[in-house]
C-alpha cells in the first residue's frame, strides 16, 4: 500500500513563507506525475502545481500562483515539494500531495496524501 506523508503546514502573516514536503513510501513501479492541490472552504480541489514526466518533465502552475510559487521533486526520492512565496490571503487552503503512478502492468493509479492546513491571515 503506498502512503503519502505531507508536512510544512502552518499559519503566517501576508507577504511571508511556507515550504511544503511530501514523501511517497511503499510499492512504487513508476511515477507519472507529482504535484499539489488545494481546497478551501466551500471551494472544489484545484491544482496548484504539477510536474509530469515523460521524455523530459513539464511543469504546470495554475495563473494565481504563477511567479510566486515553485514545484520540485526528487523522483529517486519519491519525494516532491512547493516553496510559496508571498502568501496572500486568498491562499488559505487544505493542501493535498497527489502521486500519480503506473505498476508493472502499465496501471494507472492516483495516490494521495491527507491534506497539511495552510492558513495565511493577519
Known amino acids: 500500500q503506498v502512503q503519502l506523508v505531507e508536512s510544512g503546514g502552518g499559519l503566517v502573516q501576508p507577504g511571508e513563507s511556507l515550504r511544503l514536503s511530501c514523501a511517497a513510501s511503499?510499492?512504487?513501479?513508476?511515477?507519472?506525475?507529482m504535484g499539489w492541490y488545494r481546497q478551501a472552504p466551500e471551494k472544489q480541489r484545484e491544482l496548484v502545481a504539477r510536474?509530469?514526466?515523460?521524455?523530459?518533465?513539464?511543469?504546470t502552475y495554475a495563473d494565481s500562483v504563477k511567479g510566486r510559487f515553485t514545484i520540485s521533486s526528487d523522483v529517486a526520492k519519491n519525494t516532491v515539494s512547493l516553496q510559496m512565496n508571498s502568501l496572500k490571503p486568498e491562499d488559505t487552503a487544505v493542501y493535498y500531495c497527489?502521486?500519480?503512478?503506473?505498476?508493472?502492468?502499465?496501471?494507472?493509479?492516483?495516490?494521495w496524501g491527507q491534506g497539511t492546513q495552510v492558513t495565511v491571515s493577519s
Open positions: 510536474i509530469i514526466y515523460d521524455h523530459i518533465a513539464r511543469t
Open positions: 497527489n502521486i500519480g503512478t503506473y505498476n508493472i502492468y502499465r496501471e494507472p493509479t492516483d495516490y
Open positions: 511503499g510499492n512504487i513501479f513508476s511515477i507519472n506525475t
